[in-house]
């Protein structure tokens, strides 16, 4: 019985199908492709589709290809990614991953930093506490870099030295950090400073000056004995960008004489990046009174041979530290009985002394070069001797130091921005058509899919119409049924009712006999046939009316 329905459900879509125009096939049939489209796209890339999570990133190559074979022995699939260092396995058993790893002690690299004194133990030897440190330390600061921004890997070695307490002359300690960053990715110079910073500040009695920082590619960002600004490729972005300023500021300034795209500036700057250190000591007169003095009175009288005689003065200036020591001598001598007198006084007198030093930060101005180019065409009544003023000014020029500035005036080839300029009014000329284009295209897409639904509404209409007709000739035709199966009903009836009567009299066999010759035997026939074609073609209808009837003789 479901097999019958089904069949009849099948000639029901069929029929109807055929039943449709061609504007209404077109649209079944398109609605069908597009759904089984959908539903294919949706099968095959998002239902099949496995997202992925990071389960450990940073790796190191020991470390992932462990993780790689703890995996494939779980058969548990998995991806790699950022050059073999991230190691990535479906969301949904992330965690329970990550459980599993740490249980089998993965990644075994991150036992590392401070972790590790905690394996020391009581027989440890002083070196080895003095080495497992170090580690430690390294460790810790490998963590601490590879949390800055654009930073993807790193190793810190420190060359701490011995203290020893019979040696008077003693080392500082130095590092050396190497550091990877993504690809295409550089560090700035402000990351590197951070670098330096950072390992100098955590080990005891390192200096900034002595920490050497490089990248995975070779190139030395910060050397030891040299600061982050002194290095090679910082020197060329520091003089490049005061280079660029100037220029940029000059430029600005012409381009208000001579108009824009009429002059150009080309500034070259020697910029002194060394760190110098001066010291400078001078002294003056002090006028507070004398720290010491002393004086003497030596006095002679009597015969004797006469003496020569004579008077002078000296001052005796010595300057040791901070004191000036001054003595003042005089004598006198007279011939016949002999008279001798002397007196002498010694005075050390406080001495002023200023001591200066002084340090020149990097990125002195050595000399530099100023070159600009003026338009003939636009700059012909342009004073050049008032630009040359102008363009001194703005760029601080000095001629004590040997700065030089060359000012012309000479035509411009416009060929390539005439050029330019006609590529460009094409381009937009093309934008514009192809602006127009699309405008066109959306509108005829918009009118089509209005054609389409006024189509399928008119479809839907005249399909509703006609539904509406069949639904009421079967109506009446099923009325038309319904009264053929009560006259049949009535006749069956009416015929057992005779065939009970007959047999009840014994007259069966003339009844048989006499039926063979009757005239409705063919119309009963074809009544039966048109009875079953009904059940076929109409099973639940036929259904209810026999309930119907059923439910009407119980009453």
């Not at 049924?481 to 006259?487: D, G, H, P, S, T």
């Amino acid at each position: 019985m479901n097999q019958d329905r089904i069949m009849v459900l099948l000639r029901r879509v069929v029929d109807g199908f055929k039943a449709f125009t061609l504007g209404q096939k077109i649209v079944v049939v398109g609605g069908v492709l597009v759904a089984t489209i959908g539903v294919w796209v949706y099968l095959h890339f998002f239902s099949a589709t496995t997202n992925y999570s990071p389960l450990f990133t940073n790796l190191a190559a020991k470390d992932a290809s462990a993780i790689v074979d703890q995996l494939n022995t779980e058969g548990v699939a998995y991806q790699l990614a950022d050059g073999g260092t991230t190691v990535m396995v479906p969301t949904d058993s992330l965690y329970a991953e990550r459980l599993k790893m740490a249980s089998a002690g993965l990644p075994a690299s991150s036992d590392t930093g401070y972790s590790l004194l905690d394996q020391q133990g009581v027989t440890t030897s002083e070196f080895m506490q003095q080495v497992t440190y170090q580690r430690a330390l390294e460790g810790e600061l490998t963590k601490t870099i590879k949390a800055i921004d654009g930073v993807t890997g790193a190793t810190v070695h420190l060359a701490i030295p011995t203290k020893d307490v019979f040696s008077d002359s003693t080392s500082k300690p130095t590092a050396s950090v190497m550091v990877s960053s993504g690809a295409g990715k550089k560090l700035s110079a402000d990351q590197v400073q951070t670098i330096v910073h950072l390992v100098a500040s955590a080990v005891e009695g390192m200096d900034a000056n002595d920490v050497t920082v490089a990248s995975s590619d070779g190139t030395v960002l910060a050397t030891a004995g040299q600061s982050t600004s002194g290095s090679t490729s910082t020197r060329d972005q520091e003089t490049a960008a005061y280079e660029q300023r100037l220029s940029t500021s000059l430029q600005s300034l012409l381009s208000q004489v001579v108009g824009a795209n009429h002059a150009v500036v080309k500034v070259t700057a020697d910029l002194d990046f060394d760190t110098s250190e001066t010291k400078s000591q001078t002294y003056t007169k002090s006028t507070a009174p004398a720290i010491s003095e002393s004086t003497s009175d030596e006095t002679y009288t009597g015969n004797g041979a006469s003496a020569a005689g004579s008077a002078n003065g000296g001052v005796l200036g010595q300057t040791n530290g901070t004191t000036g020591s001054t003595t003042t001598g005089s004598s006198t001598s007279t011939d016949g009985s002999g008279t001798y007198s002397q007196q002498k006084a010694v005075r050390d007198n406080a001495v002023n002394s200023v001591i200066e030093t002084r340090q020149n930060a990097p990125g002195t101005v050595r000399k530099l070069g100023v070159a600009v180019l003026l338009d003939s065409s636009t700059a012909s009544n342009a004073d050049l001797a008032q630009i040359r003023e102008l363009a001194s000014s703005a760029v601080g020029l000095d001629t004590t130091r040997g700065d030089t500035l060359a000012v012309s005036s000479m035509k411009f080839d416009t060929s390539a921005q005439q050029s330019a300029q006609q590529a460009l009014a094409g381009q937009q000329a093309d934008d514009a058509k192809a602006s127009q284009m699309s405008l066109i295209k959306q509108g005829a897409v918009g009118l089509a899919v209005l054609v389409l639904l006024l189509v399928t509404w008119f479809a839907t209409r005249s399909r509703r119409k006609r539904s509406r007709v069949l639904q009421a000739a079967e109506m009446q035709r099923l009325d038309e049924i319904k009264a053929e199966l009560e006259r049949t009903r009535q006749v069956a009836l009416e015929a057992a009712e005779d065939k009970a009567r007959l047999e009840a009299a014994g007259e069966l066999t003339a009844l048989g006999a006499g039926s063979g010759d009757g005239v409705d035997g063919g119309a009963q026939e074809r009544k039966l046939k048109e009875i079953e074609a009904l059940v076929d073609e109409q099973p639940d209808e036929v259904a209810r009316l026999l309930r119907g009837w059923l439910a009407t003789k119980g009453a």
